[in-house]
């Protein structure tokens, strides 16, 4: 079994910065993919960015250039930066992790919001 928590959400200005952790624990060591996802009222869950355990990653376009994905070097925390920030991103945000058997686990979700 993997856990995941999250946590550095909160409120925010537009234009400013924030970053959210999560912390993996459990059987990491078959994970070979995290990644953040963020639901916004009405909406529904959507990807947001993932690292694999080579150290590819990958973003949704509304958020390349402004956030940056990554992780510790003992694979077992996942970081999300997130810079010049506009209210079209708030949201929960959701760590998530896939192992090599395909299973997902996810986090209970951290609010992030942004006031214009």
């Known amino acids: 079994q993997v856990q995941l928590r999250e946590s550095g959400g909160g409120l925010v200005q537009s234009g400013g910065s924030l970053r959210l952790s999560c912390s993996v624990s459990g059987i990491v060591s078959g994970i070979n993919q995290m990644g953040w996802y963020r639901q916004a009222p009405g909406n529904q869950r959507e990807w947001v960015a993932a690292?694999?355990?080579?150290?590819?990653?990958n973003y949704v376009d509304s958020v390349k250039g402004r956030f940056t994905i990554s992780t510790n070097v003992a694979w077992n925390t996942v970081y999300l930066e997130m810079n010049m920030m506009q209210p079209e991103d708030t949201a929960v945000y959701y760590c998530?992790?896939?192992?090599?058997?395909?299973?997902?686990?996810w986090g209970q979700g951290t609010q992030v919001t942004v006031s214009s």
């Open positions: 998530n992790t896939k192992t090599i058997r395909g299973n997902a686990y």
């Open positions: 690292v694999t355990k080579g150290g590819s990653t």
